[in-house]
């Protein structure tokens, strides 16, 4: 992380077993909140609209890093905007046990933009963007009904997306 600019990685991934995550206190909370509405804030705005000193609120924003309780920073993106005009929610039923198999190939599907394992009708919840509706059947009947350990899909087109504030 740059002494001014918070990075732009939103990986998401960690080495090895995180901490147990330290109680976090209200200016934890209000660090939190200006950093989802801008992850490029400058160290100098958060310490400045939190009222610690800059080095407190590095140190804050390392440790809420380190404690894994943020996971990277990335960028909003307007997909249709982008060249990903095509959206959907995929639902999965997968073969028992086989969730970690499963989750390695689904991270190498291009337009894969967030995968969660879930309870209930179905067993995985997978959000792609694609150019358009032919690549998303395409990635849907080709690349994901060839997965040995996917038994059904259900596709829900995405016919508006709204992202929401998290000021509340």
Known sequence: MAPERMADDDSGDQSGPLPPPRPLDAIDRDILRMLQTDGRASIRSVAEQVHVSRANAYARINRLIEDGVIRGFGARVNHERAGQGASAYITLKIVQ????????????????????????????????????????????????????????????????????????
Not at 133 to 154: D, Y
């Open 97 to 168: 046990n086989s969730w970690r198999t499963v989750r390695e190939q689904l991270k190498e599907l291009p337009g894969a933009a967030h995968m969660a394992l879930v309870s209930g009708d179905f067993d995985v919840l997978l959000l792609v963007h694609t150019p358009d509706n032919r690549t998303l059947r395409e990635l849907v009947l080709t690349r994901l009904q060839s997965i040995p350990e996917v038994l059904s899909t259900r596709t829900l087109l995405v016919f508006e997306e709204t992202d929401l504030d998290p000021e509340g």
